[in-house]
């Protein structure tokens, strides 16, 4: 044994034995620590909702945790999500995830939202301030979620430009984290009109979180897309995250991908996520299917399936359905291309879902698990340390620049929050499917959010509610 790895060894021992008992121990279990590299058996002791000990030998506490034969991750970080409520936040914790932001439509009130999941939230919560709701705000689109009406159909004003720039700032101030764009749903937003809201966040210092203007390999599509937001960035300085850059991207992910790394290797703070499925969900209503959509996205209407009753489409459906409303799953994408993006060292795995009264797409309740049992287990796209760490460590550093908290999330290290993910790597598995979302993953035995047990061996814990807002912090 080397003198460095000794003093390492006695550093952790002399620091597990400084205090004799913690509110609760991890003992035994296999700890992936992705910001430090360590990956060895250890205990873990917590007090007061943060990491105070590691331990080759166990440790004592109040409540003891036998991990042993099970991994011990930082709990999954989730950028991308919609839906942040009770049901939502369940499925997100029977599939390890400790933090779930709404980083891409984002929201708008900033302070009406976060007031309301105060006290009430099962995991971590946060949003961006999102451009399309200031938008649907500022030209009295009267769609619920998405703009189906003036936000989605006409050009803004300048008095509407004004209150949407307004409305985004006003959002910064009141804890948004960065800036979420869904051009795709307001293509009538010109480039001069986002070259702005680019600007804010420069003069911000946050990052903008975009669902691309375009998708796919024809032209325009996701290269003239990309080119687009690289050229704002460079212009304005700002920082900017691609949303799903596999569905964006379609056949033509690894040109995407090139386009991407590019960017970043001359000087461009740029990030981007996948979501490990072939197929994406959206509204029928919004403009993603305006006319020319089946050429543009190489997608049919028989590649759309309506998530109420799990029936495909065809044109006399589509119509229909597209008049009334409703929420749709699309096939659009090659498994391919799917190995190709969660094999990649720099994606972030997100995983842009929902569920409503159990209707909605598997990402919602599956995406982690799919990754570790699907990705790592069976298919050998990547290693278990590489998943863990796309899921958690990654995005937490991808954040921390602009919200400090982040540096003690994502990671298991003395002084970090006791957000914790509990596995059995041979078992773990996602049960969800397209016709069935509402399905709980199987294998995660454990999760902690700030030291609070929020799943006991494979069961939710009812009755607490320790999840904490996650709040970005401008003044402009």
Avoid: C
């Avoid at 913690?22 to 700890?31: C, E, K, M, P």
């Avoid at 700002?238 to 970043?264: C, P, Y």
């Avoid at 659009?332 to 994606?347: F, G, L, N, T």
């Amino acid at each position: 044994m080397t003198p460095s790895r000794r003093h390492f060894l006695a550093t952790l021992a002399l620091t597990a034995n400084a205090q004799s008992s913690y509110d609760t121990a991890i003992n035994n279990g296999r700890v992936i620590d992705p910001a430090s590299g360590l990956d060895a058996v250890r205990s873990v002791g917590i007090t007061n909702g943060v990491v105070t000990a590691l331990s080759p030998a166990p440790l004592r506490g109040k409540k003891l945790i036998d991990a042993k034969g099970q991994v011990v991750s930082p709990g999954f970080i989730d950028l991308h999500v919609h839906r942040q409520n009770d049901e939502n936040n369940r499925f997100k914790a029977r599939d390890g995830v400790t933090t779930s932001l709404e980083l891409e439509i984002g929201v708008s009130p900033m302070k009406k939202w976060i007031d309301e999941r105060r006290g009430k939230s099962l995991i971590h919560y946060g949003a961006s301030v999102g451009h399309v709701p200031a938008r649907m705000i500022a030209t009295n689109d009267p769609s619920e979620w998405l703009p189906a009406g003036p936000a989605a159909t006409r050009a803004a004003t300048d008095p509407e430009q004004v209150k949407t720039l307004e409305l985004i700032k006003q959002g910064l101030r009141e804890g948004g984290v960065g800036i979420g764009m869904g051009l795709a749903y307001t293509p009538f937003a010109n480039r001069a009109e986002i070259l702005d809201v680019f600007k804010v966040a420069a003069s911000a210092k946050v990052p903008i979180f975009v669902h691309m203007r375009g998708a796919g390999a024809k032209d325009p599509g996701v290269v003239e897309s990309l080119q687009e937001m690289i050229s704002d960035a460079a212009i304005s300085g700002a920082s900017v995250h691609i949303v799903h850059l596999n569905s964006s991207s379609g056949r033509a992910f690894e040109l995407g991908l090139s386009i991407v790394r590019g960017a970043k290797a001359r000087g461009i703070d740029i990030s981007y996520e996948a979501y490990p499925y072939i197929a994406g969900m959206t509204q029928l209503e919004s403009a993603i299917f305006n006319p020319g959509f089946r050429e543009q996205l190489d997608m049919d209407y028989k590649d759309i399936m309506l998530v109420e009753t799990g029936e495909r489409l065809n044109e006399e459906t589509f119509k229909k359905y597209r008049k009334q409303g409703a929420t749709v799953i699309t096939f659009s994408m090659r498994q391919e291309d799917i190995d190709k993006a969660m094999a990649a060292p720099d994606v972030i795995v997100a995983s842009d879902g929902w569920i409503t009264n159990g209707k909605g797409h598997p990402r919602a309740s599956g995406s982690y698990a799919r990754v570790l049992s699907h990705y790592v287990r069976e298919r050998k796209v990547l290693t278990l340390n590489d998943a863990i760490r796309k899921m958690s460590y990654l995005p937490a550093a991808r954040l921390e620049k602009f919200v400090p908290e982040m540096k003690k999330r994502g990671r298991i290290n003395v002084g970090a929050f006791a957000d914790i993910t509990i596995f059995d790597p041979t078992r773990v598995q996602d049960k969800s499917t397209y016709q069935n979302a509402a399905q709980y993953s199987e294998g995660i035995s454990h999760v902690l959010v700030n030291g609070t047990l929020v799943v006991e061996n494979e069961k939710l814990v009812e009755g607490v509610f320790p999840g904490q807002p996650v709040l970005g912090k401008v003044t402009i």
